[in-house]
């Protein structure tokens, strides 16, 4: 029997998949429905288009905006 997953994320816009069925850790939310593992990493590598956590993003913005 085939295992489904669901695609996770936390407050860092970081992804990561997770057993259906299983209880969602805290800090982090479901997006979608369970699916097959590959559909799910499917999904993260089309979502997930920059590594780095959000809060070094908005870090990286807020130094690009200062600069002259």
Known sequence: MQQDYLVVVNEE????????????????????????KEACLADIERLWVDMRPKSLRMAMDRDMARQP
Not at 13 to 36: D, R
Request: hydrophobic share 40%; charged share 10%; net charge negative.
């Open 13 to 36: 816009e970081q992804y990561s998949i997770w057993p259906a069925g299983k209880e969602v850790p805290a800090g982090w939310s479901t997006l979608g429905a369970p699916a097959a």
